[in-house]
């Protein structure tokens, strides 16, 4: 699984990239209590101790306890705290699916969460990324009525509108706000950010960003808080790291705004999540458009980074041990069907 290697300069060497795999429980601690060897399982992004204050409210991703990261980028890893990091998951299921569901998925159930979408809601969502196309889908299950999805990417664009999305192609608009505005006269019930700073597009940000005045930036929640109506709520899950300059806060108060905002509490969505997928209501294996093999995990980071993934998505990068279990399964298909 591939994210972006920079994260603009959190994420630096030498820690070793890895938030989201599923594998195969090769051997457990003497605390584990509900795992054991050969369970397969879906190894979440978040690791929380359970006990802190926060954990106690299903906070688990702002733990004060526990280390964020896991150095999944390998054959094996260590899973500290597994009972509350790994989630039981059925061997019959496709593993691109239950790969969707560590991080991608859960981020996307969350960001619907913050933003408190419902039944009949008209959402906007600022970004087709795996994230955003899942955040889109996920609205459209809790019954919202239409949902705009901003994006420049014209390949991207198009798996929105396949899934029945509205596409905005911002790059034909500079003023993202006021062209929703009239389209959609009432404004958006609920706005989703799942783009973060990667999306600086007007001169003012590109140039403060270039010289170093500010290392966020306020494009995207500037158009949203200007889309969104009076009363409406707000919710950010794209990556935001420090700050930004002429942030529209008059607006934000004065419509009554709802913001909300951080990094997914994945636990707290389990079982529900994984059931929608074994029943077959969420199909989360879309998002992978490309497959290769972990040890070419190098080129598929500088491909990803330069956009040249087939299908702009994600990668799926499977093990060697991986590949053994994908022609086990599919040789045991074959038997089946020959039976
Ligand atoms: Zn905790």
Redesign the pocket.
């Known amino acids: 699984m591939l994210s972006h290697p920079t994260m603009n300069g959190i994420c630096c060497p030498p820690n070793i990239l890895g938030q989201e795999a599923i594998g195969i429980v090769e051997e457990v601690g003497p605390k584990v209590r509900t795992l054991k060897a050969g369970d397969r399982v879906i190894i979440l992004p978040v690791i929380?101790?359970?006990?802190?204050?926060?954990?106690?409210r299903e906070e688990?991703s702002?733990?004060?306890?526990?280390n964020p990261s896991k150095e999944m980028k390998a054959e094996y890893c260590r899973v500290p705290n597994a009972d509350l990091t790994c989630i039981r998951a059925p061997r019959g299921v496709d593993a691109r699916k239950l790969l969707g569901l560590s991080n991608v998925i859960t981020t996307a159930w969350h960001a619907l969460e913050l933003a408190e979408v419902q039944e009949g809601d008209v959402v906007g969502v600022w970004g087709c990324g795996p994230i955003g196309l899942a955040v889109q889908q996920l609205a459209m299950l809790r019954g919202a009525k239409k949902v705009y999805a901003m994006d420049r990417d014209s390949q991207r664009l198009r798996s929105a509108e396949d899934f029945g999305m509205t596409p905005v192609d911002v790059s034909l608009h500079q003023e993202v706000g006021e062209y929703l505005l009239s389209i959609q006269e009432e404004g958006l019930d609920r706005a989703i950010e799942a783009s973060g700073f990667r999306s600086v597009q007007k001169p003012p940000h590109a140039a403060m960003r270039a010289i170093g005045l500010e290392r966020d930036s306020g494009d995207t929640l500037e158009d949203i808080i200007k889309a969104t109506r009076k009363g409406g709520n707000v919710a950010l899950v794209g990556d935001f790291f420090f700050t930004t300059h002429d942030f529209p806060i008059g607006p934000m108060m004065q419509k009554a705004l709802r913001v909300r905002g951080g990094q997914v509490c994945p636990q707290k969505y389990y079982p529900f999540l994984l059931d929608l997928v074994v029943q077959g209501k969420l199909d989360p294996s879309s998002m992978f458009t490309y497959e290769d093999v972990f040890e070419n995990i190098a080129e598929e980071y500088h491909k990803f980074t330069r956009h040249e993934v087939p299908g702009r998505l994600k990668v799926c990068l499977v093990t060697s041990f991986g590949r053994r279990e994908q022609n086990q399964e599919s040789g045991d298909m074959n038997a089946a069907q020959e039976s």
Do not use: E, K, P, V
Request: glycine content about 14%; proline content about 0%.
């Open positions: 929380a101790c359970g006990s802190c204050d926060y954990c106690q688990y702002l733990c004060g306890n526990t």
